[in-house]
């Protein structure tokens, strides 16, 4: 029972290029997040998926698409890398976005766009 | 949308004494308050979370406490020790509309406890 898993650890990307993290859980949970995080700004949601077939806008979405492949997959897309999308990606799942249940982060994907 | 402001930015303690940290929302229909510890270079794991129907919680050296009324919650920590050292992040549910269930983060909290 691996949890959440993300790939790549870690990527550097030239401004302009393009780029796919991918996240997949195997605990069987409905709903999964896409968080930034960057130094004194805590994690901000990117998109996030309540359950598959759905994904929605979280606070900080430009730039960046989703998709929920199945109910164990979400991706996170970057079509054209900015230097402002350096940061550390986590995903992460719940059980259920309407039940109070905890989220459950990957290791993260550390990305530095220059 | 929900906002959630978590201080202070940085806490410094001896290894024995109590911490506490602070977090307000702004959401009155949030219903879950969970906090999670950040060691450096590794994912936010959770330690302990609040539901709205009740006002504290402990777990060993942890407890957490909330005041609906006021719209904040506390973290505290007693007798910490040097493992205790991390970023602490609390956390509020959206509970209404079309950002239901999603969790706002607080900036987060630097804890270093000096043996």
């Known amino acids: 029972n691996a949890g959440v898993t993300q790939t790549p650890k870690f990527q550097v990307l030239k401004t302009g290029q393009s780029m796919t993290l991918q996240c997949a859980q195997d605990?069987?949970?409905?709903?999964m997040y896409w968080y930034r995080q960057d130094p004194g700004m805590g994690l901000r949601l990117i998109y996030y998926?309540?359950?598959?077939?759905?994904?929605d806008k979280g606070e900080v979405p430009n730039g960046y698409n989703v998709s929920r492949l199945n109910k164990r997959e979400f991706s996170l897309r970057l079509e054209s890398a900015a230097p402002s999308q350096t940061s550390v990606y986590f995903c992460?799942?719940?059980?259920?976005?309407?039940?109070?249940?905890?989220?459950?982060f990957g290791n993260g994907t550390r990305l530095t766009v220059t | 949308g929900e906002n959630v402001e978590q201080h202070p930015s940085t806490l410094s303690v001896q290894e024995g004494d109590s911490a506490v940290i602070k977090c307000t929302y702004s959401d009155s229909a949030s219903n879950y308050f969970p906090w999670y510890k950040q060691e450096l270079g590794k994912r936010p794991q959770l330690i302990i979370d609040?539901?709205?129907?009740?006002g504290e919680k402990k777990d060993q050296r942890i407890a957490v406490t909330l005041n609906k009324t006021a719209k904040h919650f506390s973290l505290h920590i007693t007798e910490t020790q040097p493992e205790d050292s991390a970023v602490y992040f609390c956390a509020a549910n959206d509970a209404g509309g079309t950002s239901y269930g999603k969790l706002t983060f607080g900036q987060g909290t630097i804890l270093t406890v000096h043996p």
């Open positions: 998926s309540a359950s598959e077939g759905t994904t």
């Open positions: 609040i539901r709205s129907n009740v």
């Open positions: 605990m069987n949970h409905n709903s």
């Open positions: 992460a799942s719940r059980v259920e976005s309407s039940y109070n249940s905890p989220l459950h």
